[in-house]
């Protein structure tokens, strides 16, 4: 019996209507990046597993995809290892390399080994697969495309505004209606000077970060767990429940932090960053939201994340600033912010929502009908003046019937027909039908290239 055919749990196939949309989010986002002078980049799939390894924290290295060693990945293990089944001590032996598990770590690692090659600031964007061996649900896959664009080598705040900025103009023209939640990781370590916990702030934001998904209790719980007394917990109360405008809660985040100098400093880039965004026109909303934390360990000032108002999914686009990431690889003191636009989460979101235009969905503008050899050869030529001029058509390969070949046009949502009989030949005019409104009209083919551009 043949095997059935199957992919991994969390992974998708995508044919040619789905890779036609992927595309149109792929390029809408990718020319954002390019009007703000960002240049591309791509960085292998896999990575050795030193540059991966302990930069995501606990829960982020859990969820790295290892490769074993090519050979046999035995001969170098430890036999009393092996024996204990000691997965987490056996790892090093056995496998040396990983997949990716986002786009930022081995960006730190290709601006220090590319250090000679490149020029600071250092602006960069990347389209490219990660893999997490997360447990696959909606909206979250084990392979999945980020598009991440950084600044690197600049502390400067107005990196910060004009990642929002860029954020403001993607979801605009994908017409996705979207919030910026924003906070700052000096505010979080501030509020664990203030509670008396300053050696826990990877426990609180860690914790704090799942809010939205486990609930107040069970964060609560977990900070309980991590080994925080009652009474610091007591004290995160009203300081997660803050309300009100951006201005009125880092007006009363920056009294509780009054004597957290790290505090007090996070207060004021957030001041700077929506002070500089004032006269900016950014149609987007952005919200200070102080239980945000985002559990990556490396983040160290502003951080950002993306909310669809239109459907219940996590957030599509995250990022923040990161002031010492490259230093693990040796060059230390070098501040970057970024951001990752989720490509899977954003074609989800735009799928329910029937946000696609129309045009997005076509991968050919014309189609020539075949009604035979005679009527092949006329068209070859007038194909490639299409195709010289930026046109996409095709011919259908043979003179099948005509409901054939208007059905593949159907199903190809090809807007545009052509017919070419013994008529048009002697005329040297074609016939050019519109799928959509079923008009027809007749057209020299400077015409219809006009037409069709």
Not at 19 to 37: E, S
Not at 318 to 328: A, M, N, P, Q
Request: with cysteine.
């Amino acid at each position: 019996m043949a095997q059935k055919p199957s992919i991994p749990k969390g992974t998708r196939d995508f044919g040619p209507a789905e890779m036609v949309k992927r595309n149109y989010i792929f390029d809408t986002i990718k020319n954002v990046f390019k009007t703000f002078g960002y240049q591309p980049i791509e960085t292998p799939a896999m990575e050795n597993l030193s540059t991966l390894m302990g930069k995501y924290g606990e829960e982020g290295d859990k969820l790295l995809f290892k490769m074993l060693n090519s050979g046999d990945f035995l001969a170098k293990a430890d036999a009393n290892l092996l024996a204990e089944r000691n997965s987490s001590k056996i790892t090093n032996q056995i496998s040396e390399k990983g997949l990716r598990y986002d786009l930022t770590v081995p960006f730190a690692r290709f601006v220090v080994q590319h250090r000679n090659d490149i020029q600071f600031p250092f602006k960069r964007y990347q389209i490219q697969n990660v893999w997490r061996a997360d447990k696959p649900q909606k909206g979250r896959y084990r392979e999945f495309h980020q598009c991440d664009v950084d600044v690197i080598g600049s502390n400067s705040l107005l990196n910060e505004v004009e990642l929002i900025q860029i954020i403001d103009k993607v979801f605009e023209k994908l017409n996705i209606n979207v919030v910026v939640k924003m906070n700052n990781r000096k505010i979080l370590a501030g509020i664990a000077e203030t509670i008396g916990q300053p050696d826990k702030i990877i426990d609180i934001t860690v914790a704090i970060d799942k809010l939205d998904k486990i609930g107040l209790d069970k964060v609560n719980d977990e900070l309980l767990a991590k080994g925080l007394p009652q009474e610091a917990v007591d004290q995160l109360q009203p300081i997660l429940n803050l309300s009100g405008t951006n201005t009125k809660k880092l007006e009363q985040i920056k009294e509780v932090l009054k004597d957290s100098e790290v505090g007090v400093k996070g207060v004021e880039e957030m001041e700077t960053v929506f002070d500089w965004l004032t006269p900016l026109n950014v149609k987007t909303e952005i919200e200070l939201d102080l239980t945000l934390a985002r559990g990556l360990n490396y983040y160290t000032g502003a951080i950002f994340e993306v909310k669809a108002l239109d459907m219940q999914i996590g957030s599509i686009t995250g990022g923040g600033r990161y002031d010492d990431l490259t230093g693990v690889f040796g060059m230390p003191d070098v501040s970057g912010v970024g951001i990752s636009f989720g490509a899977d989460r954003i074609y989800d979101v735009m799928e329910q929502l029937d946000l696609y235009p129309k045009e997005s969905s076509a991968t050919t503008q014309l189609l020539f009908v075949n009604f035979g050899k005679m009527e092949q050869a006329w068209c070859l030529p007038v194909l490639s003046q299409l195709r010289d001029a930026g046109i996409s058509c095709e011919i259908y390969p043979q003179a099948a019937k005509m409901k054939k070949q208007m059905t593949y046009a159907n199903a190809r949502k090809i807007p545009f027909v052509a017919l070419v009989g013994e008529n048009e030949m002697a005329s040297g005019q074609i016939t050019l039908k519109d799928m959509e409104k079923g008009e027809q009209a007749n057209l020299t083919v400077g015409e219809l290239i006009n037409k069709l551009k």
